[in-house]
């Protein structure tokens, strides 16, 4: 339980460092805030001084020894007074970058018109000297002449002050002009602020009705933007829904697709069978209708003609059967003879060999 104490305490001491150095360092940049006003206002003189202190500085008796009688009277400032203090602070520093931004802005304007200047100017002298060596130089050096020469270096200087003369006089009439513009311009601003000024208030008031006109005429459009999203919302649900079951129909699709192309083989396959049987069918037909003919066109034979034709059948029958049967014993002698005879053939071999 000690130990539990212990790092609590240490949890604290912590948490009341950290906020003692936030405290100091808060109270570090009042105090150069203040000292920065002090030293600004005693820079000023006495008389603007007084003037400009107003009610913090006379309220609380403060002037030239300031700092050492309120370490004597021990007296602090106000919540009022400071914030009134970083109030002058604040429009002080933001008065000082805002001439600072515009002297910045000047320096950069005319550094920049300084710029543009030289470079109009490099590129004018450019242009003379192009020009110059162009009329001048090059038929100077091409002729080698005297008197002609510097009659033509003497009329070309005149062309170009004429032409300078002329370009001056066109800028002073360009000036003349745009101050007459200016002038114009500096009084219609005039009546402009003029007539700001007389209607300023009733402005100002017609200004604030329209302000709460639009202010509830945009709470009315942000109602409907939000009636929008939400129903934009729903859309979309409908609209991943619908997509879904498009999926879904597409991929059924897919397989009814493949399952048709298969039908359509297999019909295929059975028209072409069918062709096939159709065609074997037709020629059937037509050995069918050649049989039917030569049905039609058969005729009974007489009833003696058949008996003695198959008496006549009987006979050859048993005649070849007669046949068969002696066929088959001369086979069979023949077979004897043949193998009687290889025997002899053998036997006298043998006995050519012994007399041998």
């Known amino acids: 339980m000690a130990e539990d104490v212990s790092e609590e305490d240490k949890q604290h001491l912590v948490e009341t460092v950290d906020d003692l150095r936030l405290s100091n360092a808060a109270l570090q940049a009042e105090t150069e805030m203040f000292e920065r006003f002090i030293r600004r206002q005693e820079a000023k003189d006495e008389s603007a001084h007084s003037d400009s202190q107003g009610g913090i500085f006379q309220d609380i008796g403060m002037c030239q020894g300031r700092k050492a009688r309120l370490a004597q009277e021990k007296h602090r400032l106000t919540t009022e007074q400071k914030c009134d203090v970083a109030e002058r602070e604040y429009d002080t520093v933001r008065e000082e970058l805002k001439h600072l931004k515009e002297s910045s802005e000047r320096q950069l304007h005319s550094h920049q ?3 543009e200047e030289a470079e109009i100017r490099l590129i004018e002298v450019k242009k ?3 020009e110059f060596d162009r009329d001048v130089a090059k038929v100077i050096r091409e002729k080698k002449g005297g008197m002609m020469d510097a009659e033509k270096v003497v ?3 005149e062309d170009r002050m004429k032409a300078k003369d002329a370009l001056v006089e066109k800028l002073r009439l360009k000036n003349g002009a745009l101050r007459v513009q200016k002038r114009k311009l500096e009084l219609q601003l005039k009546q402009k602020e003029e007539v ?3 209607r300023h208030h009733v402005d100002f008031q017609q200004l604030k009705i329209k302000n709460t006109q639009y202010l509830q005429q945009i709470d009315i459009l942000n109602q409907d933007l939000l009636r929008l999203k939400l129903l934009a919302g729903s859309t979309q649900q409908i609209l991943h829904s619908h997509k879904n079951k498009l999926q879904q129909l597409i991929n059924e699709s897919k397989l009814l697709s493949n399952e048709i192309a298969s039908r359509d083989d297999v ?4 028209e072409e069978e069918t062709r096939q049987a ?4 037709a020629e059937a037909e037509a050995v069918n209708a050649q049989l039917r003919r ?6 009974v034979p007489p009833l003696l003609d058949y008996i003695k034709a198959k008496s006549i059948h009987g006979e050859l029958e048993q005649t070849m059967r007669s046949w068969q049967r002696k066929v088959v014993i001369a086979e069979m002698a023949l077979r004897n003879h043949t193998k009687m005879l290889e025997k002899l053939q053998f036997q006298a071999s043998g006995a050519e060999n012994l007399t041998q």
């Open 113 to 115: 018109a300084t710029l």
């Open 128 to 130: 003379a000297s192009y």
């Open 155 to 157: 009329r070309y200087v």
């Open 196 to 198: 700001g000024e007389a």
């Open 267 to 270: 019909v295929a396959k059975m």
């Open 278 to 281: 159709e065609h074997e069918c």
């Open 294 to 299: 030569q049905l039609e066109s058969f005729s």
